[in-house]
């Protein structure tokens, strides 16, 4: 088990390593400059903002020095907002992003297990039709008409929930079910399939002739042989609402890293840009780890230390 | 103890039809037998014939799109096709169980086997998890799972499809059930476990004496097994007796057919025998003798009329118009009549075995259609 873990560290740190490299290169084949105001500047101004920022060595140099500094923590320092640290960026702003993130995914999957479960147990009936319904909605619905719809209906006109801003869990609760939509519905289609499969299966009848009951069946065979699966899907789904949602934190003001990566990517804030990216990158990663050794945990077939079969 | 004699199970004009997209499915039709406590029933027939779905109805395990039309399937007095979830969940695993054909797929691939086989345990008798688990130690020894306090907590991928097939049986056999009914229990079996797991129920069955109702398509199996045989065709019993009645005087020409294609030592040279077509479609069955379109012995009437069950002995009838007294005399397959030589020759010696279960003349197959000919 060690050495595997070894094994996929190093496997995990190459791929960030590639993904840096790639990223990089693309990047400066982007048209366009980091300074926005060129036409005003004089070529002595240019010159002096691009040694500054080593932006007029040679790009393998540039390529080399980025990879030394990131391995050892420094992303460099943001074009646009004044000179900070990018590091510094984001950690400051990846707060309410991770937690909106998690937030949504746990509402969305929580939920989206229930619905998913009893759809299928109900396969057929008007239950399983409404689910679909909504699990439909969920996934069509672009997240900024459901945002605008829960600013407008909770917030506005019921006033149950704060319509934007950032400061305390109130002001969460509609960004978080705007962003759980999507994990809801892709969870409930999900385990609705997965459930389905498994209530036709031969150890599902087994379970029938041993006389369990139909609670006792789902309960104790299917739910836990349906949700296994889900793992694999839940770590990519997290990743990605985890690390931001640009449309949604923008219309709820929350002061998260979404946002912030749009605008480099607009400005040509190369440091800002490939932060972020590796940000994502590592998240990604790291959780993909995570689920495989979830996996391994929750799935006897799989366990990497039983040989014995 | 309860008299010997008495039917702990009987079916009695069992109809079924199940309701696809494609239309009315007969899978099973005016369906009716018997079993008695200790003794093994075998049902035969080839895929499709209804042997499963019977089985299904016993458990009160029937799809949804599945429709009894006609019929009751009475466990001590009680049909059980009357009975509500309740009743039936309290009966399924205690009363009667059920082993399935596919050992590699019975078993939830998440739980581990002690847990498995505890489960009925806990439902049906109210144990306390530590008793039960110890139970299910006991059991697993039972059915031979060496290391067995080893192995009480590993999972199902870390056991072969014998071991497999041995902790099916643990679990149906577990809270010491009535009947047991074993649908195609060796069929995804390799042959030399196949009779290690036939010895396994034959002794067990002895162990703590229990019913059987034994599903197969393979006539060897039966022969070991059974006391009195069922042979289903197209959703119909078109013959039955005792294990030496079916396998020395075959009546049914199904029945020759079967016994035909089974390989015996004498099978040296040549092909194997087959039954030639294939099984009546059972959305618009045929009228008249649904075997008569592959039977080299099909008269007149057989296309036109469905034959009555037929007396051979007080245990054993055929539904088959050659049974019939007028019917011209047929000569059946070369190896049938050898069969039937030896049977002749065997009941003058007076060695025949005809099953520890004798019939009291009274039987709840179709016996009184005895003079339904010549309408």
Not at chain 1, 287 to 308: F, W
Not at chain 2, 83 to 94: D, F, Q
Not at chain 2, 103 to 128: F, N, V
Request: with cysteine; hydrophobic share 40%.
């Amino acid at each position: 088990m060690a050495k595997y873990l070894l094994k996929r560290i190093f496997y995990l740190f190459l791929t960030l390593f590639l993904i840096a490299s790639i990223t990089f290169f693309l990047m400066k084949l982007m048209p366009g400059t980091p300074l926005n105001n060129q036409a005003k500047l004089s070529p002595q101004q240019i010159k002096i903002i691009y040694e500054h920022y080593g932006l007029n060595k040679p790009v393998w140099q540039q390529y080399i020095s980025y990879i030394v500094d990131a391995a050892h923590g420094n992303f460099g320092l943001s074009y646009q907002f004044s000179d900070q640290p990018v590091s510094y960026l984001i950690s400051s702003r990846i707060g309410p992003s991770l937690q909106l993130g998690a937030q949504a995914i746990i509402v969305g999957v929580f939920f989206g297990i229930i619905v998913g479960s009893l759809s299928a147990i109900r396969k057929n009936t008007w239950i399983d039709g409404a689910s679909t319904f909504i699990s439909i909605l969920g996934i069509s619905i672009p997240s900024f008409v459901l945002a605008i719809l829960l600013q407008y209906y909770l917030g506005l006109k019921l006033q149950w929930f704060p319509i934007a801003d950032w400061g305390g869990f109130s002001y969460t609760v509609l960004p978080t079910l705007a962003l759980a939509a999507s994990p809801f519905a892709e969870t409930s289609r999900f385990v609705r399939t997965e459930m389905v499969d498994v209530l036709g299966s031969d150890y599902i009848e087994l379970a029938k002739a041993k006389g369990l009951s139909r609670t006792g069946i789902v309960w104790h065979h299917a739910l836990r042989n349906s949700l296994i699966p889900l793992v694999t899907v839940i770590g990519p789904l997290a990743a990605a609402i985890m690390t931001g949602s640009m449309v949604v934190e923008n219309i709820f003001s929350v002061p998260g890293i979404g946002e912030q990566f749009v605008k480099s990517i607009l400005v040509n804030d190369y440091p800002t840009i490939m932060g972020v990216t590796m940000l994502y990158s590592a998240l990604l990663c790291a959780i993909l780890l995570l689920t495989d050794i979830v996996y391994g945990i929750i799935d006897p077939r799989i366990r990497i230390s039983g040989n014995e079969g | 103890m309860e008299n010997a004699d008495e039917n702990i199970l009987e079916v009695k004009n069992l109809t079924i039809d199940f309701h696809t997209y494609a239309g009315t499915v007969k899978a099973i039709r005016d369906v009716s037998f018997h079993l008695k406590k200790g003794e093994t029933l075998a049902i035969v027939g080839e895929s499709g014939s209804g042997k499963t779905v019977t089985t299904k109805t016993i458990m009160g395990l029937l799809a949804n799109n599945a429709e009894v039309v006609e019929g009751t399937v009475k466990y001590h007095g009680k049909n059980v096709l009357e009975m509500s979830e309740k009743e039936l969940e309290n009966m399924r695993g205690k009363d009667i169980a059920e082993i399935f054909q596919d050992p590699m797929t019975s078993l939830d691939p998440t739980m581990r086997i002690g847990r498995q086989i505890a489960e009925p345990l806990q439902i049906h008798k109210g144990y306390s998890r530590e008793k039960a688990n110890k139970q299910a130690l006991e059991m697993l020894k039972l059915v031979g799972i060496t290391n067995a306090e080893e192995r009480i907590n590993d999972y199902p991928h870390q056991f072969s499809g014998g071991m497999r097939q041995r902790i099916v049986i643990a679990i149906a056999l577990v809270c010491y059930p009535e009947i047991l009914i074993a649908d195609e229990p060796t069929t995804a079996l390799d042959v030399t476990i196949q009779a290690q797991i036939l010895d396994l129920m034959k002794e067990l069955q002895e162990k703590i004496s229990t019913s059987i109702i034994f599903i197969t398509h393979d006539l060897g199996v039966v022969a070991g097994m059974a006391d009195r045989v069922a042979v289903m065709y197209a959703g119909k019993i078109v013959e039955y007796g005792t294990v030496d009645e079916i396998f020395y005087n075959p009546q049914h020409p199904y029945t020759w057919g079967l016994l035909n294609s089974m390989p015996t030592l004498d099978t040296r040279k040549g092909k194997l025998e087959s039954i030639p077509g294939t099984p009546p479609d059972l959305l618009d069955p045929p009228t008249g003798d649904p075997f008569a379109a592959r039977n080299p012995y099909a008269m007149k009437i057989d296309e036109q009329k469905e034959p009555p069950f037929f007396k051979v002995s007080d245990t054993h009838y055929a539904a088959t118009w050659l049974l019939h007294p007028d019917a011209p005399h047929v000569d059946p397959p070369d190896a049938i009549k050898h069969r039937q030589e030896v049977y002749a020759e065997r009941l003058k010696k007076g060695t025949i075995n005809l099953g520890h279960i004798h019939s009291t003349g009274k039987t709840s197959f179709g016996a009184d259609n005895d003079d339904a000919i010549g309408e």
